[in-house]
């Protein structure tokens, strides 16, 4: 472990964990900005009841949609939310960080090698500004239940899946039961909710969120 003043730099989870853990014990607000769940395992004990962590804090969560593509995961994401945590989901960039209490910065690095690093941060400085990185993230993602709907009416994997076949709009307008207009709306609609102005820009950022 290198320390640099007060920016520690870690590598792999089992070192982290063991440098933080009573960080996240005592911790009554916690923060994180993620992919997917897997980057944040350490903040995901496995002992049951997992859900029941969330209790008595203030949790707030951002993933990108790839995480709603796992059933497993998108039901520890429901289980989570009943109780008592907030989570929204943005196809947009995020930087993988675990904020705690406002006063301690966790974040992601490179995974080299298969394993990951980790940098833990204490200086006010530096914590106040990823804090504000992650606001505005939370700012402009949606509610969990909101995007899920969203993603259900629309039939998202589904069309995304026809969009990277090359599937022409007839012949998956057939494939999913629905009339071409139908089909049509969808895919703008899908387009909207991903922010991209053209169908391959879909499918690209469909695959930079895990969707693909």
Not at 32 to 52: G, I, K, N
Not at 53 to 80: C, M, N, W
Not at 89 to 108: H, M, Y
Not at 183 to 192: C, I, N, S
Request: hydrophobic share 40%.
């Amino acid at each position: 472990m290198e320390k640099v003043t007060d920016v520690v730099s870690v590598r792999g989870e089992a070192e982290l964990f063991e440098r933080t853990a009573h960080l996240f014990a005592a911790a009554t607000e916690i923060s994180c900005a993620a992919r997917d769940l897997h980057t944040w395992s350490v903040a995901h004990p496995s002992e049951p009841p997992r859900e029941q962590s969330v209790r008595g804090l203030t949790v707030r969560k951002v993933y990108q949609p790839g995480v709603l593509f796992d059933p497993a995961l998108a039901e520890h994401l429901r289980q989570i939310a009943a109780h008592g945590a907030r989570i929204r989901i943005t196809e947009r960039e995020i930087n993988e960080t675990i904020l705690l209490d406002r006063r301690i910065a966790i974040v992601a690095g490179e995974n080299i090698g298969g394993v990951r690093g980790y940098t833990v941060i204490s200086s006010p400085d530096l914590v106040q500004g990823i804090q504000s990185l992650f606001e505005a993230a939370w700012h402009g993602a949606t509610d969990l239940e909101s995007y899920q709907a969203r993603f259900t009416e629309l039939g998202a994997r589904e069309i995304l899946e026809q969009l990277a076949s090359g599937s022409k709009d007839e012949t998956a307008a057939r494939c999913l039961g629905v009339s071409l207009r139908t089909y049509r709306r969808r895919v703008a609609e899908l387009m909207e909710l991903l922010g991209a102005s053209s169908r391959f820009q879909a499918g690209a950022r469909a695959r930079e969120a895990g969707l693909l």
